[in-house]
């Protein structure tokens, strides 16, 4: 009965630090170009986080599937020291970078947790590496790159599309309120209703664009975890007792909530830094940031493919930053997300398998 619990802990812990790590990706631009402020950019994609994640119930069978059993061999056993390993690697390092600030990949980690947990359990035949490559490494390291490439196209033809919208001029306006509303810097001969006409269609689509990529990452994410209350309830001894009915759609709904309520403790940590500390966003480049990430993660969801939101989102800013060859003024924190990129794996991977280590040793 202990052993359950603590599993349904773990699961919930973890689905609460990916809503506080994760929640800054879908509406950072929103606050990086002054659409609007932080605290209401963190509601919506509080509330379009909850939507796509309750939307996994129809949608998300594929990646559910994949995080329950993809990546195991056929033979290898799952017991309760191997979710305890997995899922302590993967909340403790999200929870740990949340704090400091750090935008990583729950993706990333909870498929650390999996490979250190399995080599302690059954060593490297434990996993199914075909699996882990191919449906799991690979989109990962891919998808940031498609997302460079994606926003390049689309900042591309939307310098196209600009070329209606005001551009800023020395005394003109202030360069900041530009930024937030590059027509102010309208000409005269434009009538003052075809003004606000475009103001509200230009600021609809940031909005809307926030919310494809927070409801995106909703629908990818919430499975990934959800997989591993559905394996606790016929794995872990008591667990049947407590679930009784139990399935996989209340396992969604558990994790859902748990993410929402993640996302409105600690989602303005990490929105500092992809709003501010990448590249400035000005109003088209913000908007271009939003669809490439929306367009790749609600792509791969259906397919069954965990693509990380937080490298393609990070992908996509660095898309415009080295396109336009602008830097933010101060405190760039493009190699401490590198960094955080590059060390999640292993880290996950190595709690894990100490977390797995200790529990077979009492």
Same mark, same amino acid.
């Given at each position: 009965?202990?052993?359950?619990?603590?599993?349904?802990?773990?699961?919930?812990?973890?689905?609460?630090?990916?809503?506080?790590?994760?929640?800054?990706?879908?509406?950072?631009?929103?606050?990086?170009?002054?659409?609007?402020?932080?605290?209401? %950019?963190?509601?919506? !994609?509080?509330?379009?986080?909850?939507?796509?994640? +309750?939307?996994?119930? @129809?949608? =998300? #069978? *594929? $990646?559910?599937?994949?995080?329950?059993?993809?990546?195991?061999?056929?033979?290898?056993?799952?017991?309760?020291?191997?979710?305890?390993?997995?899922?302590?690697?993967?909340?403790?390092?999200?929870?740990? %970078?949340?704090?400091? !600030?750090?935008?990583?990949?729950?993706?990333?980690? +909870?498929?650390?947790? @999996?490979? =250190? #947990? *399995? $080599?302690?359990?059954?060593?490297?035949?434990?996993?199914?590496?075909?699996?882990?490559?191919?449906?799991?490494?690979?989109?990962?390291?891919?998808?940031?790159?498609?997302?460079?490439?994606?926003?390049?196209?689309?900042?591309?033809?939307?310098?196209?599309?600009?070329?209606?919208?005001?551009?800023?001029?020395?005394?003109?306006?202030?360069?900041?309120?530009?930024?937030?509303?590059?027509?102010?810097?309208?000409?005269?001969?434009?009538?003052?209703?075809?003004?606000?006409?475009?103001?509200?269609?230009?600021?609809?689509?940031?909005?809307?664009?926030?919310?494809?990529?927070?409801?995106?990452?909703?629908?990818?994410?919430?499975?990934?975890?959800?997989?591993?209350?559905?394996?606790?309830?016929?794995?872990?001894?008591?667990?049947?007792?407590?679930?009784?009915?139990?399935?996989?759609?209340?396992?969604?709904?558990?994790?859902?909530?748990?993410?929402?309520?993640?996302?409105?403790?600690?989602?303005?940590?990490?929105?500092?830094?992809?709003?501010?500390?990448?590249?400035?966003?000005?109003?088209?480049?913000?908007?271009?940031?939003?669809?490439?990430?929306?367009?790749?993660?609600?792509?791969?969801?259906?397919?069954?493919?965990?693509?990380?939101?937080?490298?393609?989102?990070?992908?996509?800013?660095?898309?415009?930053?080295?396109?336009?060859?602008?830097?933010?003024?101060?405190?760039?924190?493009?190699?401490?997300?590198?960094?955080?990129?590059?060390?999640?794996?292993?880290?996950?991977?190595?709690?894990?398998?100490?977390?797995?280590?200790?529990?077979?040793?009492?």
């Amino acid at each position: 009965m202990l052993t359950a619990a603590a599993v349904f802990i773990l699961v919930m812990m973890l689905a609460w630090a990916n809503g506080a790590n994760d929640i800054a990706k879908g509406v950072a631009t929103l606050v990086g170009n002054g659409t609007t402020g932080a605290r209401r %950019a963190v509601l919506w !994609g509080t509330l379009w986080t909850l939507i796509g994640g +309750l939307t996994a119930i @129809i949608w =998300g #069978a *594929a $990646l559910l599937k994949t995080f329950s059993t993809g990546y195991l061999s056929p033979g290898f056993s799952v017991d309760t020291t191997f979710l305890v390993g997995t899922l302590a690697g993967a909340a403790c390092w999200v929870l740990a %970078a949340t704090r400091l !600030g750090l935008p990583v990949s729950t993706t990333h980690a +909870l498929l650390g947790g @999996i490979v =250190g #947990a *399995a $080599l302690v359990a059954a060593g490297p035949q434990a996993l199914h590496t075909a699996a882990v490559t191919n449906k799991a490494l690979l989109p990962l390291l891919l998808s940031p790159l498609i997302a460079v490439a994606l926003c390049v196209l689309l900042l591309l033809a939307a310098r196209v599309v600009a070329k209606k919208v005001p551009a800023w001029a020395p005394g003109c306006c202030d360069p900041q309120e530009w930024r937030k509303n590059p027509y102010v810097c309208a000409t005269p001969s434009r009538t003052r209703a075809e003004l606000a006409s475009a103001e509200r269609v230009w600021t609809a689509l940031h909005w809307l664009s926030g919310a494809a990529i927070s409801f995106a990452r909703g629908l990818n994410d919430v499975p990934k975890i959800a997989a591993f209350l559905v394996i606790a309830v016929v794995t872990v001894p008591g667990a049947e007792r407590i679930a009784g009915q139990f399935n996989a759609t209340w396992a969604i709904v558990a994790v859902a909530l748990a993410m929402a309520c993640g996302c409105l403790w600690g989602g303005f940590r990490i929105l500092n830094v992809l709003a501010h500390r990448v590249t400035p966003l000005d109003a088209s480049s913000g908007l271009v940031a939003n669809l490439a990430t929306s367009m790749l993660v609600l792509a791969a969801s259906p397919l069954g493919l965990p693509v990380s939101t937080t490298h393609v989102a990070a992908g996509s800013l660095m898309g415009i930053r080295w396109l336009q060859k602008t830097r933010p003024d101060h405190a760039d924190a493009l190699k401490m997300i590198l960094f955080g990129w590059i060390v999640t794996l292993p880290v996950a991977a190595a709690i894990a398998a100490l977390a797995s280590w200790s529990l077979n040793h009492i």
